[in-house]
Each structure stands twice: as C-alpha cells, then as structure tokens.
C-alpha cells in the first residue's frame, strides 16, 4: 500500500524569482530575434526590392524636365 501513496513535491522555496527571470528572459530574446528576422523578411527585403525595381527605369532628366515645366522650380523658366 505504500508503494501507491506518493508524496507531494515541495514548493521551491528559494530561487524561485531567478528562476523566472531567466525563463521569462530567454522566451523574451527569442519573441524578440524571430519579430526582427520576420521584419527584415517580410518589411524590409520588400521595400528594398520596390526600391530597387523604381531606380532601374528612373530617368532624372525627365523626372526634372516635367517639374521645371510644370514651374514649381523658381530658378528655372518652364518651356513655353
């Protein structure tokens, strides 16, 4: 019969907020290392692939061209 009672475990006495902490802690750096992996994936890979794409067909001179001629520039004439 005393084979089938078993004894209750102790309640941690000592320790107990440390042992939190680091718990709590390395739950924390992982959430916190897979939200900036999933940013540089998601967010930021993106924006620098739009970016990339918008400069490879980008013409300055005609970019500067429409805006001088639309005369929001104060030191160039639009052509007339």
Do not use: H, W
């Not at 019969?1 to 907020?17: F, H, T």
């Not at 998601?42 to 794409?53: C, I, L, P, V």
């Amino acid at each position: 019969m005393s084979g089938a009672v078993s004894k209750a475990n102790k309640p941690q006495m000592r320790g107990l907020l440390q042992s939190q902490i680091k718990r709590n802690l390395v739950f924390a750096i992982g959430l916190c290392t897979a939200a900036a992996v999933l940013q540089k994936v998601f967010y930021n890979d993106g924006r620098k692939r739009a970016y990339s794409e918008f400069y490879k067909t980008y013409d300055i001179e005609k970019a500067f061209n429409q805006i001088r001629n639309k005369g929001l520039f104060d030191s160039c004439e639009p052509d007339k």
